[in-house]
């Protein structure tokens, strides 16, 4: 028994108690889905990344059969992430990701965003000290005289180094609040989605860090499902790509998207906001951006 079947023996029976993830009018094999806990402030692992796949794969199971669906057993970080998938053995066999060239090249993107762009919509987390700063920025030359700070290998590093922002990383994200009350950079751009979870999280914690109430950044960044570039990542390609088009033509993904994002955008109050464009110089040329239905607008 080779290393990820050993470990898939021992999810199944906690992955079947929890989810509760079977079809039974279906007498295929059972496919096994095993996503990546990540390190964060949040749970992840009852994330809207795997709400949707739940629904998707649930949608195709009189099609493609049972299935199982499963965290990681310890969180892992993006670089030992990308090496699970990356091996054919490997015990996370698919990701969500935002996407980019190099990991579209690596990995095979299902490409309907999961979150209709949401992740490129950014509300910023500044220290209380600097909202009259912030309140005085109109445009991308403004927000130039100020830092950003981002995770290790996070794609925004790229759309804001693009745009002629300084960036400051960290390998550890969890670090990133400390950092920014700190002063070792001006503020922490978070997804509209995002912010204000982290922000709950931390507010006591860290008590110089608000959501600067004025501004959001904007630019193309789909968030999609991820899989291995082989035989079993394209039945699993084929069957999620299936789902989700199933789920938009009957409008049932636009429904997951506002009862468990429609609350966080009306409190993100994103007309009182002043948008600043900025390009993404690493968004591949097949994002599918002239598909309107797939896309947030406000």
Known sequence: MNRRAWILQRLLPSAICCLGLTAHAHDGPVTHLVFPRYFSILDTSKGFDWIVLQAVMERTSAKFGPFTLSASPEPVSIPRMLQELDRSDGVINIIARATQRDLEHQFQPIRIPIDRGLMGMRLLLVRKADLPRFASVRTLDDLRHMSA?????????????????????????????????????????????????????????????????????????????????????????????????????????????????GPLIERAEIRKRHVIELRNPMLPPETPLQRSELWYRP
């Open 149 to 261: 700070g981002q995770g290790k290998g996070w794609v925004d590093t790229s759309v804001l180094s693009a745009a002629g922002i300084s960036v400051v990383e960290s390998p550890r994200p969890g670090s990133l609040f400390g950092m920014l009350e700190a002063g070792r950079f001006d503020f922490f751009p978070r997804a509209l989605d995002e912010a204000p979870r982290e922000y709950d999280v931390i507010r006591k914690s860290h008590t110089d860090i608000v959501i600067e109430p004025t501004l959001m950044l904007r630019y193309p960044l789909p968030r999609y499902f991820f899989v291995r570039r082989n035989a079993e990542g394209d039945r699993l390609a084929e069957r999620i790509k299936a789902g989700m088009e199933m789920m938009i033509k009957d409008g049932s993904l636009a429904a997951l998207f506002h009862k468990h994002k």
